[in-house]
């Protein structure tokens, strides 16, 4: 059973910043990738940016060039820098345990329980 914590969401003028972070009760060593996923009011839950074992990264191209996923082994957390932010950013953000396979992302069912993000003047 690996459980995830996520932190750092809010309410942030458009045009500002947030760093999110993710505890993973396991070892990077175990877990094949990390990915965060956001799913804004009344729409489907979608990934978005992801960190693999080897510390490769994907992005969207949504948030390519604004966001930036990165991960601490010492402390098992990863995180994501949201620079720009956007109203259209707003959603519920989430981690999820996952794995890649000939370049496509699988999700678990290991899910956090979300943080709130919020972008509004």
């Known amino acids: 059973q690996v459980q995830l914590v996520e932190s750092g969401g809010g309410l942030v003028q458009p045009g500002g910043s947030l760093r999110l972070s993710c505890a993973v009760s396991a070892s990077f060593f175990i877990i094949n990738a990390i990915g965060w996923f956001r799913q804004p009011p009344g729409k489907e839950r979608d990934l978005f940016a992801a960190i693999c074992r080897n510390g490769s990264t994907n992005y969207a191209d949504s948030v390519k060039s604004r966001f930036t996923i990165s991960r601490d082994n010492a402390k098992n957390k990863v995180y994501l820098q949201m620079n720009s932010l956007k109203p259209e950013d707003t959603a519920v953000y989430y981690c999820?345990?996952?794995?890649?396979?000939?370049?496509?992302?699988?999700?678990?069912?290991?899910w956090g329980q979300g943080t709130q993000v919020t972008v509004s003047s």
């Open positions: 999820n345990v996952g794995r890649y396979y000939s370049g496509t992302y699988y999700s678990t069912n290991y």
